[in-house]
Nanobody
Framework: VQLVESGGGLVQPGGSLRLSCARS????????MGWFRQRPGKERKCVAA???????SYIDSVKGRFTISKDNAKNTLYLQMDSLKAEDTAIYYC??????????????????WGRGTQVTVSS
């Protein structure tokens, strides 16, 4: 399974970005997926997750600002990020697993990862 993120960049506080993650290399349609981020000096952590049935979850600090979604026909995962703050600056990774992915988890057992995309929120 290959995961490729795109859509990162530099944005001012209060701005928006949409990240995408294209999945290939497998016809299995039941993956559970998540967006993780690693801020400078911090551990990588799941900020938003979406299960194979479409159920979503978020950590408290992004609730109401971030929206995770997926397009099964395009095998693509998205993260819409609004009202961005400086503390959202991080490398963002998408991940996939055949078992549930939990918001707030560190994903230590998740087998499939993208290489990450940098998001910088700064004026």
């Amino acid at each position: 399974v290959q995961l490729v993120e795109s859509g990162g960049g530099l944005v001012q506080p209060g701005g928006s970005l949409r990240l995408s993650c294209a999945r290939s290399g497998s016809t299995y349609s039941g993956y559970h997926m998540g967006w993780f981020r690693q801020r400078p000096g911090k551990e990588r952590k799941c900020v938003a997750a979406i299960q194979s049935d479409g159920t979503t979850s978020y950590i408290d600090s992004v609730k109401g600002r971030f929206t995770i979604s997926k397009d099964n026909a395009k095998n693509t995962l998205y993260l819409q990020m609004d009202s961005l703050k400086a503390e959202d600056t991080a490398i963002y990774y998408c991940a996939a697993d055949i078992v549930s992915v939990d918001a707030g988890s560190f994903g230590l057992s998740i087998p499939y990862w993208g290489r990450g995309t940098q998001v910088t929120v700064s004026s």
